[in-house]
C-alpha cells in the first residue's frame, strides 16, 4: 500500500560527490549511495584510487565516475567541483567525509599535528562545501553531509587537535544551515562513534583497548559503516527533507551519559 505519508530512502538520478570516497568509511558510504541509487561520484587525492572504488561500483551495477580532489588544496577542490558538474551537469549532495585523525597528549602535540588537522577535517570541509554550494544555490536545491564525531560532543583524552576541529564542523554546519536553508541547500552532520574500519582496525583489534571502547557504548560494541552509511542515505534522500542544522550522533549512547 502507497501513502502520501511514506517517505522514499532511494536516490535515484542524484548526482552525489564524496571526498575521501576511496576506503574505508568513505569507500563503504560511496557503495551505500549508490546501492541506493545515486549516481555517485568519488573523489580522492589520487585519481586511481578512485577510479578503482568507480569501477567496483560499475561492476556490482551501480553508477560512479572518479575524480580528483584533494581537499589541502583549494584549486584542486574547485577543479575536482568543475570536473563532477561537467560530468554530471550538477552535484545535488555534498557527502563531505574526507577527514585524518592522529591523536597525541596535549602537552605534545605540535604546530605541524594542529595545522594539519584543521587543514583536511575544518579548512578543506568548508572550502569544499562552499564550491558545491554556489551550483547549488544557482539549482536552488542541494544537501550537504559532514563528516563529524562523537569526539566534537565530548572530551576524549589525546584529542585535543582532532576534538577542535570536529567541533569546528559543528559550528560550520549550524551557520552554513542558517545561511544556506533559506536557499535550498540544506546542511547537516553525522558524529560517528569508533567505528570498525582497515584504519581502526589495529587499536580496535586489541582486547584491552576494544575493552575500554565498549565500555563507554551503552549498546555494547562499536559502530559498523553499514551504520555511518544508514544515516548518510537518510540525510540525502527525501526522508531527510526537514533536517537542517543538525548534527546526528551514530555512538550507541556514549555522548548520553
Same mark, same amino acid.
Given at each position: 500500500?502507497?501513502?502520501?505519508? &511514506?517517505p522514499?530512502?532511494? &536516490?535515484e538520478g542524484?548526482?552525489i560527490?564524496v571526498?575521501?570516497?576511496?576506503?574505508?568509511?568513505g569507500?563503504?558510504l560511496c557503495e551505500a549511495?549508490a546501492?541506493? #541509487?545515486?549516481?555517485v561520484a568519488?573523489?580522492?587525492?589520487?585519481?586511481?584510487d578512485?577510479e578503482?572504488?568507480?569501477?567496483?561500483i560499475?561492476?556490482?551495477?551501480g553508477s560512479?565516475?572518479?575524480?580528483?580532489?584533494?581537499?589541502v588544496? &583549494?584549486?584542486?577542490i574547485? #577543479?575536482?567541483?568543475?570536473?563532477?558538474?561537467?560530468?554530471?551537469?550538477?552535484?545535488?549532495?555534498?557527502?563531505?567525509?574526507a577527514?585524518?585523525g592522529?591523536?597525541?597528549p596535549?602537552l605534545?602535540?605540535?604546530e605541524?599535528?594542529?595545522?594539519s588537522?584543521?587543514?583536511?577535517n575544518?579548512k578543506?570541509?568548508f572550502?569544499?562545501?562552499?564550491?558545491?554550494?554556489?551550483? /547549488?544555490?544557482?539549482?536552488?536545491r542541494?544537501r550537504?553531509i559532514?563528516m563529524s564525531s562523537?569526539?566534537?560532543?565530548?572530551?576524549?583524552?589525546?584529542?585535543?587537535?582532532?576534538?577542535?576541529?570536529? #567541533?569546528?564542523?559543528?559550528?560550520?554546519v549550524r551557520?552554513?544551515?542558517?545561511?544556506?536553508g533559506?536557499?535550498?541547500?540544506?546542511?547537516n552532520?553525522v558524529?560517528p562513534?569508533f567505528?570498525y574500519?582497515?584504519?581502526?582496525?589495529?587499536?580496535?583489534?586489541?582486547?584491552?583497548?576494544l575493552?575500554s571502547?565498549?565500555?563507554?557504548i551503552?549498546?555494547?560494541?562499536v559502530?559498523q559503516?553499514?551504520?555511518?552509511?544508514?544515516a548518510?542515505?537518510?540525510?540525502?534522500s527525501?526522508?531527510g527533507a /526537514?533536517?537542517? #542544522?543538525?548534527?546526528?550522533? &551514530?555512538?550507541?549512547g556514549?555522548?548520553?551519559q
Open positions: 500500500m502507497e501513502s502520501a505519508h &511514506l522514499s530512502l532511494r &536516490l542524484q548526482v560527490l571526498t575521501g570516497g576511496s576506503r574505508g568509511i569507500e563503504g549511495l546501492a541506493a #541509487g545515486a549516481i568519488v573523489t580522492a587525492r589520487r585519481l586511481g578512485a578503482a572504488v568507480a569501477a567496483s560499475s561492476a556490482a551495477g560512479a565516475t572518479a575524480h580528483p580532489l584533494d581537499v588544496d &583549494l584549486a584542486s574547485r #577543479g575536482g567541483v568543475d570536473g563532477v558538474i561537467a560530468a554530471h551537469g550538477r552535484i545535488d549532495v555534498l557527502v563531505a567525509n577527514g585524518i592522529e591523536n597525541a596535549a605534545e602535540v605540535t605541524g599535528h594542529w595545522d588537522m584543521m587543514d583536511v575544518l578543506g570541509l572550502f569544499t562545501a562552499q564550491a558545491c554550494a554556489h551550483h /547549488m544555490v544557482a539549482a536552488g542541494g550537504v559532514a562523537q569526539a566534537s560532543l565530548v572530551g576524549i583524552r589525546d584529542h585535543v587537535a582532532y576534538s577542535s576541529s570536529k #567541533g569546528g564542523v559543528n559550528q560550520m551557520v552554513l544551515a542558517l545561511e544556506w533559506p536557499l535550498g541547500v540544506n546542511v552532520a558524529a562513534t567505528i574500519t582497515p584504519g581502526t582496525a589495529e587499536r580496535l583489534d586489541d582486547p584491552d583497548f575493552a571502547v565498549v565500555d563507554r551503552p549498546v555494547g560494541h559502530g559503516i553499514k551504520d555511518v552509511a544508514g548518510v542515505v537518510y540525510l540525502a527525501e526522508a /526537514m533536517v537542517n #542544522g543538525s548534527i546526528l550522533t &551514530l555512538d550507541g556514549w555522548t548520553a
